[in-house]
């Protein structure tokens, strides 16, 4: 069974840009959560949605979305990139809410 | 709000050495307890969970213990060994166990020499 799959694995891109990040979860997993994880402020949770719905979102400004598609695989979009924003995303799928998370190797940020 | 608290790193073992890394949180309510392990280049891996006060997590020779009353979950390891390094967090979810957004504490890192 194929584990979590995020593309693409490593990203640059210039302040200003927009960028958009692909999960794709276990297959038969509905859940799908993103983390951000940087080495100042550590592993912090981003949203988490559940068959097409966002169930939970995490202290991030409005320049992060996301979304769930009916396949169950998921986007996150960060708008208007900042320095700030280079960072490790995570995403983690489980069959739903509070079962065993399994988590992707990550997408690595840069911005430049 | 919730909050996970880690020793920091890095810890530093001789092989078969014994390992304790600390964590204690702050939660309204009955959180559930976690370590995750995270490997060089790798997402996290849960490593073992405890869902109430008293439980024992364990798992690949790894243990930790719900206290409420310490509001603490340590994590031990008899006997490590090389193959253990790597980056490990405490966590706690919150909702209930409606949700899967844990609260992560910031990482500890276990160097293991030979």
């Known amino acids: 069974k194929a584990g979590v799959t995020q593309t693409p694995r490593y990203l640059i891109k210039t302040r200003g840009q927009q960028v958009t990040l692909s999960c794709s979860p276990i297959?038969?997993?509905?859940?799908v959560s993103w983390y951000q994880q940087t080495p100042g402020q550590g592993l912090q949770f981003l949203f988490e949605?559940?068959?097409?719905?966002?169930?939970n979102k995490g202290n991030f400004p409005g320049r992060f979305s996301g979304r769930q598609f009916s396949n169950s695989r998921s986007e996150m979009n960060v708008s208007t990139l900042e320095l700030g924003d280079s960072a490790l995303y995570l995403c983690?799928?489980?069959?739903?809410?509070?079962?065993?998370?399994?988590f992707g190797s990550g997408t690595q940020l840069s911005v430049l | 709000g919730n909050s996970v608290t880690q020793m920091e790193g890095p810890v530093t073992l001789s092989e078969e050495a014994f390992l304790t890394i600390n964590c204690t949180y702050t939660?309204?309510?009955?959180?559930?307890l976690f370590w995750y392990v995270q490997y060089p280049g790798e997402g996290l891996q849960l490593l073992l969970k405890?869902?109430?006060?008293?439980d024992k997590g364990s798992n690949k020779g790894f243990e930790a213990t719900y206290r409420k009353e310490t509001t603490s979950f340590h994590l031990e390891k008899g006997s490590v060994q090389v193959s253990d390094s790597a980056v490990y967090f405490c966590?706690?979810?919150?909702?209930?166990?409606?949700?899967?957004?844990?609260?992560f504490g910031t990482g500890t890192l276990l160097a293991v020499q030979p």
């Open positions: 983690a799928s489980s069959t739903g809410p509070s079962e065993k998370l399994f």
């Open positions: 966590a706690l979810s919150e909702g209930g166990g409606a949700t899967n957004k844990l609260i």
């Open positions: 297959s038969g997993h509905r859940s």
């Open positions: 939660a309204t309510g009955y959180p559930s």
């Open positions: 949605y559940f068959s097409e719905t966002q169930r």
């Open positions: 405890a869902t109430k006060a008293d």
